[in-house]
């Protein structure tokens, strides 16, 4: 008869409490509890075959906390669940010290593993066009609008100016390559499509340069002509929500999934999704690094470099499709031996 395995060591009251305290000080949701309460369990666990516990932790010592990092990683477990776990894990240790449990602590000083790059990814040519395309027909009942006639405005006539802003933010996005921030913290004052550009204030309060696209100034000159159907006089943003007040990160976001849902688009879509699509592209059809980055805003060329992977792949399918010698090395068989 098999041994039944043994029963998963309950957490100390100390343990126990901390975790009520996250509820009740902290505000956390049951969900992250849950998570943090099979995280403590997990390290319980692992800390009982090694002789030591959580009812104990005046015992503790960093290198535990190491051993235990690797043992997950060796387990197969991914870097972010990995971090998670030992976030949890300083969490715990930090409310012990303040209830002056222990003397030290520990986990303060142990770092997550670092995570994986990743590199961004981005829609084709086709794809991006099938999404703008979408969005410009979802805006065309806004054309005809004017928003000084507010008063006269049906539902309607509000929701074909949503969906005009909808396609000014993800020309803008994809036209200029703007971070999501960038956009939504743009002011109306800011914006004069006429001039071809914007100014933007990106990470650290740099001021730079970004040039509109053409279909980003028509884009523009039709939500600014309708935007008073949804903004109030004295809203600033350039973006508002269907509420008047100044668009935010999560409605974007939305927005643009809705749209690539309605454009048939297989994949997830973020905002970042269209800026990473906008680099890609500008590189793939010939602009140099330096000038990539200068229109990202990055402040160093390494970051704009995360994109060459991308282009790598384009290249190598262009070299492949145009070059002779490639051409007979790609059919493979003995023609390319034989040569």
Not at 27 to 38: K, M, V
Not at 182 to 191: G, S
């Amino acid at each position: 008869m098999p041994t039944p395995a043994p029963a998963m060591p309950p957490l100390p009251q100390d343990v126990e409490q901390f975790l009520t305290w996250m509820t009740d000080q902290k505000g956390f949701s049951p969900a992250t509890i849950s998570a943090y309460r099979t995280d403590l369990l997990q390290f319980e666990e692992w800390l009982h075959r090694e002789q030591h516990s959580l009812a104990r932790p005046g015992e503790l010592e960093k290198y535990h906390f190491q051993d235990y990092s690797a043992h997950l990683f060796h387990e197969g477990q991914a870097r972010s669940s990995i971090g998670r776990k030992l976030s949890a894990l300083r969490s715990l240790f930090r409310y012990l010290m303040k209830m002056k449990k222990i003397d030290k602590n520990p986990a303060k000083l142990v770092r997550n593993p670092k995570r994986e790059l990743r590199h961004p990814t981005a829609l084709n040519v086709d794809q991006m066009f099938t999404l703008l395309d979408e969005a410009s027909v979802e805006s065309g009942g806004a054309a005809g609008l004017d928003g000084s006639r507010q008063a006269e405005q049906t539902v309607t006539d509000r929701e074909h100016a949503g969906h005009t802003r909808d396609l000014a933010l993800a020309e803008l996005l994809y036209g200029s390559g703007l971070r999501i921030s960038e956009a939504l913290d743009l002011d109306v004052d800011d914006v004069d499509p006429a001039s071809g550009f914007i100014r933007v204030i990106g990470k650290g309060s740099k001021e730079r340069i970004a040039p509109l696209s053409d279909t980003s100034v028509r884009a523009l000159f039709l939500w600014l002509r309708v935007r008073a159907l949804i903004a109030p006089p004295a809203e600033k943003a350039l973006f508002v929500g269907n509420r008047g007040k100044r668009l935010n990160r999560r409605q974007a976001a939305r927005i643009l999934d809705e749209i690539r849902k309605s454009a048939g688009l297989p994949q997830h879509l973020s905002p970042h999704t269209l800026r990473h699509t906008f680099a890609t592209h500008m590189l793939e059809n010939g602009a140099d690094m330096r000038s990539v980055q200068e229109l990202l805003g990055h402040a160093s060329l390494s970051t704009t470099q995360r994109y060459t992977h991308i282009t790598l792949d384009h290249l190598m399918r262009v070299y492949d499709k145009a070059h002779p010698r490639s051409s007979v090395r790609g059919k493979g068989g003995e023609e390319g031996e034989d040569v």
